[in-house]
């Protein structure tokens, strides 16, 4: 299983990104997908995460209402659209995938990981 990230880039406080995930070598259909960051000295923590099926989604309280997480079927591709970006939200974001239904936020949760992309906010 290949996980690529991308769509990082340098925005200013109160604007938008969208990330993309491309997902390849297996069969995402059983998997939860999900995304995560890391900020300079911080762990890495939970963001968002969708499965795959079902299309059900939870989010980490910091980013609902300005954050969506949503797939594509026909493109192996998950997307993380982040409106109303603000400073603390820069990090460099990765993608994980597990194989099973997941509901929690553990970055241990996950089987698979992308390389990151660089989110920058500005203020």
């Known amino acids: 299983v290949q996980l690529q990230a991308s769509g990082g880039g340098l925005v200013q406080a109160g604007g938008s990104l969208r990330l993309s995930c491309a997902a390849s070598?297996?069969?995402?259909?059983?998997?939860?997908m999900g995304w995560f960051r890391q900020a300079p000295g911080k762990e890495r923590e939970f963001v968002a995460a969708?499965?795959?099926?079902?299309?059900?989604?939870h989010y980490a309280d910091s980013v609902k209402g300005r954050f969506t997480i949503f797939r594509d079927n026909a493109k192996n591709t998950v997307y993380l659209q982040m409106n109303a970006l603000k400073p603390e939200d820069t990090a460099v974001y990765y993608c994980?995938?597990?194989?099973?239904?997941?509901?929690?936020?553990?970055?241990?949760?996950?089987?698979?990981w992308g390389k990151g992309t660089l989110v920058t906010v500005s203020s």
């Open positions: 969708i499965i795959w099926s079902l299309g059900m989604k």
């Open positions: 070598g297996g069969t995402f259909s059983s998997y939860t």
């Open positions: 994980g995938g597990r194989q099973s239904t997941w509901y929690g936020n553990d970055p241990d949760g996950m089987d698979y």
